[in-house]
T-cell receptor, first 110, second 114 residues
Framework: GEDVEQSLFLSVREGDSSVINCTYTDSSSTYLYWYKQEPGAGLQLLTYIFSNMDMKQDQRLTVLLNKKDKHLSLRIADTQTGDSAIYFC??????????FGTGTRLQVFP | NAGVTQTPKFQVLKTGQSMTLQCAQDMNHNSMYWYRQDPGMGLRLIYYSASEGTTDKGEVPNGYNVSRLNKREFSLRLESAAPSQTSVYFCASILADRKTQPQHFGDGTRLSIL
């Protein structure tokens, strides 16, 4: 079945690292994505990882994929107040349809 | 540089009223999508259109209809609005021939059904 789960909230201090976790159930997923949604706006793609990769780094963002445990994480280094948003993971099974997680609201405090 | 444009941005309806949400993209994308976003439930796919002239049901199609009017436009219609359809609706599009291309999202339509 298709089910993507995330914790609903995360609160971190400015300058610390944030780690947002995601679990999925469909082992046939080919691409996994992280999207960011700022208040009152649509979703913007942050980064993605192909299922045959373990890790991908893009500036302050690090994506880790544990395919055996079906676990995906997004690490944001040196978290800033501008990183406060809702973060969604999403999976694709090789089609252009995406299955989204429930979203994690990240709050960054000074 | 419009991307995906949704209209209206806000709407309040009474139960039983009908309404069409409009979506247009100027990126020559093939596939278009309608999602609804509810607290704690993420985005759920209502309908999608892989190409002009085709539409398919997503996860939560009941109570909705769609029309892919041309390559640019994909509309979502509520024939008889119900309070359970109070939500934020997002339209998205993608070129569809490369999976690493992101879905481009509009800014959403906030719909309240009283």
């Amino acid at each position: 079945g298709e089910d993507v789960e995330q914790s609903l909230f995360l609160s971190v201090r400015e300058g610390d690292s944030s780690v947002i976790n995601c679990t999925y159930t469909d082992s046939s997923s080919t691409y996994l994505y992280w999207y960011k949604q700022e208040p009152g706006a649509g979703l913007q793609l942050l980064t993605y990882i192909f299922s045959n990769m373990d890790m991908k780094q893009d500036q302050r963002l690090t994506v880790l994929l544990n395919k055996k445990d079906k676990h995906l994480s997004l690490r944001i280094a040196d978290t800033q107040t501008g990183d406060s948003a809702i973060y969604f993971c999403a999976e694709s099974m090789g089609t252009d349809k995406l299955i989204f997680g429930t979203g994690t609201r990240l709050q960054v405090f000074p | 540089n419009a991307g995906v444009t949704q209209t209206p941005k806000f709407q309040v309806l009474k139960t039983g009223q009908s309404m069409t949400l409009q979506c247009a993209q100027d990126m020559n994308h093939n596939s278009m999508y309608w999602y609804r976003q509810d607290p704690g439930m993420g985005l759920r796919l209502i309908y999608y259109s892989a190409s002009e002239g085709t539409t398919d049901k997503g996860e939560v199609p009941n109570g909705y209809n769609v029309s892919r009017l041309n390559k640019r436009e994909f509309s979502l219609r509520l024939e008889s609005a119900a309070p359970s359809q109070t939500s934020v609706y997002f339209c998205a599009s993608i070129l569809a021939d490369r999976k690493t291309q992101p879905q481009h999202f509009g800014d959403g339509t906030r719909l309240s059904i009283l």
